[in-house]
């Protein structure tokens, strides 16, 4: 039997998504899901909830960096190894990006403006220039020429969540119904794990 991916499951598995996002995000679902191979009932449940996570039921498709200087410190200590640096950078998201993400990732120095320019955006999130212009290259849209239409159209936000599902290669771990490799290979951790888990189990009795 086809997987059948309606807005009413949709809403069911996200109830805090507005009906709105549902609507738009579900025919891109619908599509792009199958034609990827996220094609049975166990790949499309892992992959829906590591993305209703992911983005907060589809309301978060772009880095949230405004942190406090007490966040700058706990999360990106290596980066602000004061209080003092870390009060400068408070509430300036921006800025926070273009150090965190400074030189790497295929990024440019602080001053390009690459680390803001390249933040994570998505249903899973992209981040960095290399990763844009690979992704670009793969879904046929010039995303570095273009980075905020990840977040502002469906069907680029999940051409862009199921390029990083298929270049991990994260179908074969849904087959073995392995959560905690899927998380690890999007997350780098564990952070969020119940969360995930609850909503693949609500995942798998929808779809």
């Not at 790497?104 to 212009?133: H, K, V």
């Not at 680029?156 to 392995?178: E, G, M, P, Y």
Request: with cysteine; aromatic share 8%.
């Amino acid at each position: 039997m086809a997987l059948d991916i309606t807005q009413e499951k949709l809403q069911q598995l996200m109830p805090n998504a507005s009906a709105e996002d549902i609507a738009l995000f579900q025919p891109a679902l619908q599509q792009e899901c199958l034609e990827a191979g996220i094609n049975t009932s166990l790949r499309f449940a892992h992959f829906i909830a590591q993305i209703a996570h992911e983005s907060a039921e589809l309301r978060a498709r772009s880095e949230n960096l405004n942190y406090s200087a007490k966040g700058l410190r706990a999360v990106f200590g290596r980066y602000f190894t004061t209080d003092q640096m870390a009060e400068q950078y408070a509430r300036k998201p921006e800025a926070i990006a273009n150090v965190v993400y400074a030189n790497r990732l295929g990024n440019g120095a602080t001053e390009s403006g690459d680390g803001w320019a390249f933040r994570g955006r998505g249903l899973i999130q992209l981040t960095g220039r290399d990763n844009y212009r690979t992704c670009g290259e793969a879904i046929g849209h010039k995303l570095t020429d273009d980075p905020d239409v990840i977040g502002q159209k469906p069907e680029i936000s999940v051409a862009v969540a199921i390029w990083f599902w298929n270049r991990n290669q994260l179908n074969v771990l849904a087959d073995q119904d392995d959560l905690n490799a899927i998380t690890r290979r999007i997350n780098g951790g564990l952070n969020g794990l119940e969360d995930r888990k609850a909503y693949l189990e609500k995942a798998k009795r929808l779809f």
